[in-house]
């Protein structure tokens, strides 16, 4: 289909391009209906079709792919959202790629998409992304064809993902040009000062051409006076530049104004290269990403057909009609098996026996993942996915209070499995209390949820969280970032710390601290990220805490000290009678019991069934 839509060539109606429109619109579809990761997939093969098509740049590549990415992490927000995610992602790297001279993808086309976007109903395009997918799965594949597919597919994405590194590369030697273009403007204030005062003096020649090298000694001892001071007056000046000058009033005045005017473009200056620091640090992130797609595309995926025999057997002894399985082991090892078979109904009765025999066969206990029932109802055919049953399950309580009762925390969390065998709790801290506090610690969890969910590695996450949100506003935005991340196969636990209070392993017979000194995200343009790596067991506790509560504890000599031990003082086995216990004695610690800031606490336990 998309290639048909790059046939279209320059077609165009009333100056609009079709092909353009079209594209914009699939991605607009798949990304609204299929989340982040499809849509910034679908976004990335758009770009390289209307690339092999028309020889575009690649930059037009990174364009449909990032507007593709945030129209499916705004998809939350309805359609609006959609297509707000289009705008704003041509925005940003029009903006930061050409100076907003030169649109990428032109507002006109964008415009037109939205409206057919916003004029179909959510029940075609439903039809449509469905009837895409059965006609992939229908398709009679070759296998030459689709290995030849794969490596032009993986060689382009490997090349986008070097053109990302290029212009990474090029927006930080841009950056590093900041200390030679400082020299030069030092000289500049210079000529703007003799041409505002001298040049129609009549010593002007005297000072400027028989004195020059004098004149400029006197001026370099002028611009000491202002790196001090912020200023000069007659008395910084020499005395014998003052007997010589007939209008040093004026002199002095141009100085002072020329300085202010150096020292406001210094600061737009500084802006204007850490914005493009972090656009390089984007430009590097999406390069990983795409790189890591190519990565998993390139992997030859093995299916294993006598797995797939032996169980289609034994189900169809168990009395299951029309059975087809599909089996093949992911990269983390574990079997994955996508089962068709004439179900029951919808009464769930068959999913225990499926999972009996599914089990026996493999060697493992095998459960079905998720908890929806599969039944198609029209067709009356059950379809359900099998993992290998988690060593580990995770239970989570949470306690909070505001500082103050008339506003909302600041303080806010999330916790979620998601999907792979990873157990996510993350617990973000805003900077200052009230909504200001909250707005920047719910955009930061939320951002947390949707990278991780579309398969970010933290890495990546955590800088472009940061990057946004030093590019957010002028204003200062900054908020810790916390986040524990569980394998609830063999119970290793990662620990991401930017800026957030120590977290606490409450194990058996003591409370382990686990703490790294850094500065929250939202402050610096870089940020240096330290993973800790911990093992727990069956009956364990992860307590991570907002700083609130360490501050209630500061009259004490050590005030994490003593956390640590009002924790392993605790008998109850309930997350969450323990982090309303843990509030509970933090309140206490507090002058009146009135919290000293806004005040988080998620307890979870780690435990392991029989």
């Keep these: 289909m998309l290639f048909l839509v790059g046939g279209l060539g320059t077609w165009s109606v009333l100056g609009v391009s079709l092909r353009n429109v079209l594209c914009i619109l699939t991605i607009l579809v798949f990304s609204y209906r299929t989340g982040a990761g499809n849509g910034a997939a679908i976004g990335v093969i758009v770009g390289t079709v209307i690339s092999i098509s028309s020889n575009s740049s690649p930059i037009m590549v990174s364009s449909y792919a990032f507007c593709g990415l945030l129209s499916g992490i705004l998809r939350n927000m309805g359609k609006v959202g959609s297509c707000m995610g289009v705008l704003m992602g041509n925005a940003v790297l029009t903006f930061y790629t050409n100076g907003s001279t030169e649109v990428l993808i032109y507002l006109y086309e964008i415009i037109v998409a939205i409206i057919l976007f916003m004029v179909i109903p959510n029940k075609v395009t439903d039809v449509v992304v469905n009837k895409f997918n059965k006609a992939l799965a229908a398709k009679g594949d070759k296998k030459g064809y689709s290995i030849r597919i794969k490596e032009i597919t993986v060689e382009k994405l490997n090349k986008f993902s070097k053109a990302f590194r290029e212009m990474a590369k090029t927006f930080d030697e841009i950056s590093e040009t900041r200390s030679i273009t400082e020299k030069q403007d030092i000289t500049a204030i210079f000529d703007r000062v003799a041409d505002r005062v001298c040049k129609d003096c009549s010593l002007c020649s005297h000072c400027w051409e028989q004195n020059f090298c004098n004149t400029y000694q006197i001026l370099f001892k002028i611009v000491e006076k202002l790196d001090c001071k912020g200023w000069i007056d007659q008395q910084d000046i020499p005395q014998y530049f003052l007997d010589r000058c007939e209008r040093i009033d004026d002199f002095v005045k141009a100085v002072n104004y020329t300085y202010e005017l150096f020292k406001v473009d210094m600061v737009w200056r500084s802006r204007i290269n850490e914005s493009r620091g972090l656009v390089s640090q984007q430009m590097r992130s999406m390069s990983t990403i795409i790189s890591n797609l190519a990565v998993e595309l390139n992997t030859n995926i093995i299916f294993k057909e006598d797995i797939e025999y032996n169980i289609l057997l034994a189900l169809t002894k168990k009395g299951l009609r029309n059975v087809e399985a599909v089996v093949y082991e992911n990269k983390n090892g574990n079997y994955e098996i996508s089962l068709s078979y004439k179900g029951c109904g919808g009464k769930r009765s068959c999913i225990g026996c499926v999972e009996k025999v599914v089990s026996d066969v493999i060697g493992c206990k095998m459960v079905k993942n998720g908890t929806d029932c599969g039944l198609n109802t029209k067709t009356d055919m059950c379809s359900i996915k099998l993992v290998k049953e988690e060593t580990f399950k995770i239970i989570t309580g949470v306690a909070r209070v505001a500082k103050d009762e008339k506003h909302v925390s600041g303080d806010n969390y999330t916790f979620l499995n998601s999907g792979d065998g990873k157990y996510i709790a993350a617990l973000s801290d805003g900077m200052g209390t009230g909504h200001k506090a909250y707005l920047q610690s719910k955009a930061t969890v939320n951002l947390i949820e949707q990278f991780m969910e579309s398969g970010f590695d933290k890495d990546t996450t955590v800088k472009l969280i940061n990057s946004i949100l030093v590019l957010k506003s002028n204003d200062e935005t900054f908020a810790t970032i916390d986040i524990s991340v569980v394998d609830l196969y063999d119970g290793e636990v990662e620990f991401v710390k930017v800026g957030a209070a120590p977290t606490f392993i409450k194990r058996d017979d003591y409370v382990e601290i686990i703490r790294a000194a850094s500065l929250p995200a939202g402050i610096l343009s870089n940020v240096e990220l330290e993973l800790i790596h911990k093992n727990v067991n069956s009956g364990e506790y992860i307590i991570m805490v907002s700083d ?48 000293v800031d806004d005040m988080m606490v998620m307890v979870s336990k780690i435990w392991k069934p029989l």
């Design 548 to 595: 609130g509560i360490v501050d209630s504890f500061k009259n004490s000599d050590d005030s994490i000290i003593e956390v640590q031990n009002i924790i392993s003082q605790m008998t109850s086995k309930n997350p969450q009678k323990i982090a309303d216990d843990i509030l509970a004695e933090a309140l206490s610690r507090c002058k009146d019991k009135e919290p």
